[in-house]
């Protein structure tokens, strides 16, 4: 949790050689009383913006969060970020915390499209406003306004820089996300929009969480079937990157993994040149995280317009390659 400091005033020293009156030094010190009091009293009416985000582990959700609280604390309020590792148990345990701590306004990334409605609800409920960013809710007007990047256009992006590497037939592999998550088949969707169109075939599909360990898990075991694949499309970078680790681990030539988000580790294992990650569909989270706070910004200020009128503005991917 990131908070401002109250100001402090600090006493000083007595100087028993001066030929100030009592009088003077009364008023003196009533003055420096009623300063601190003032101050504190700034300080106290200080806003707190939560944010919250599924988790701090993965790259682009750092990137995201941090770029939410930067704002945040220029436009001069205190910030409070929580995670809830895509639970929602523990996304209602977030509630209760920020609703608790009377924070003026949230930015949130929701753990599930529909479970996520309860708690985004009872905050709002509290007289809260919300801006969710990032992932898809099912019901969109729960929130006063969402900002999501465009998950299809995203998928494309990805699949035409895989045809564009491997060419327009073959065989490849999909390691999705889980099949509860709306994002992850808006993704997957926009990634067969273009697939689908070419000879390539998918003889290989496996959902799992956005973990990098369960993408080196998931493809291991495809690459055991199915040895001579061109490579994978994956439902975001840690899926990819965790499959670039496993055609490493066969010692597999001439592969190219692909998939979303565009995070530093993504970016990091393009620009080596010697992993079979490729590229990526490089989310705008930064923009999501700061567009967030400023809409918060203005309606915490009583600003109202379509914006808060449970509004979804998409936002379009930029390819890393």
């Not at 523990?90 to 608790?100: G, K, S, V, W, Y």
């Amino acid at each position: 949790m990131k908070t401002m400091n109250k100001p402090r005033l600090s006493a000083g020293r007595r100087n028993s050689g001066t030929s100030i009156g009592r009088t003077s030094v009364l008023g003196a010190m009533a003055g420096i009383l009623l300063g601190a009091s003032a101050l504190s009293a700034v300080a106290d009416e200080q806003k707190t913006i939560a944010i919250i985000v599924p988790t701090l582990k993965i790259a682009v959700l750092q990137v995201e969060s941090k770029a939410a609280a930067d704002v945040a604390e220029k436009l001069g309020y205190k910030t409070m970020i929580l995670t809830h590792d895509f639970n929602t148990a523990a996304e209602l345990r977030d509630a209760d915390q920020i609703i608790t701590a009377k924070v003026a306004a949230v930015a949130w990334n929701v753990a599930d499209p529909e479970g996520s409605a309860v708690s985004v609800k009872k905050v709002r409920d509290a007289g809260i406003p919300v801006i969710n960013m990032d992932r898809v809710l099912t019901k969109p007007e729960i929130a006063d306004s969402s900002l999501q990047s465009d998950n299809f256009q995203c998928g494309a992006l990805a699949a035409q820089a895989f045809v564009d590497m491997v060419g327009s037939e073959g065989n490849y592999a999909e390691l999705s996300g889980p099949k509860s998550d709306e994002m992850g088949r808006t993704r997957s969707a926009g990634y067969h929009s273009v697939l689908d169109k070419t000879k390539l075939k998918m003889v290989a599909q496996q959902p799992g969480l956005y973990d990098q360990s369960k993408g080196f898990q998931l493809a291991g075991t495809i690459l055991q079937g199915h040895p001579d694949i061109l490579g994978f499309i994956s439902g975001n970078d840690s899926l990819g990157l965790g499959a670039a680790a496993a055609i490493k681990a066969q010692n597999k030539a001439n592969m190219v993994v692909v998939g979303i988000d565009g995070g530093t580790d993504a970016d990091a294992a393009i620009k080596s040149g010697t992993s079979a990650f490729k590229a990526s569909a490089a989310q705008p989270v930064a923009e999501q995280g700061e567009q967030a706070v400023k809409l918060l910004d203005r309606i915490i200020k009583g600003e109202k317009g379509d914006f808060t009128a449970g509004k979804v503005q998409l936002i379009p991917c930029t390819l890393l390659k």
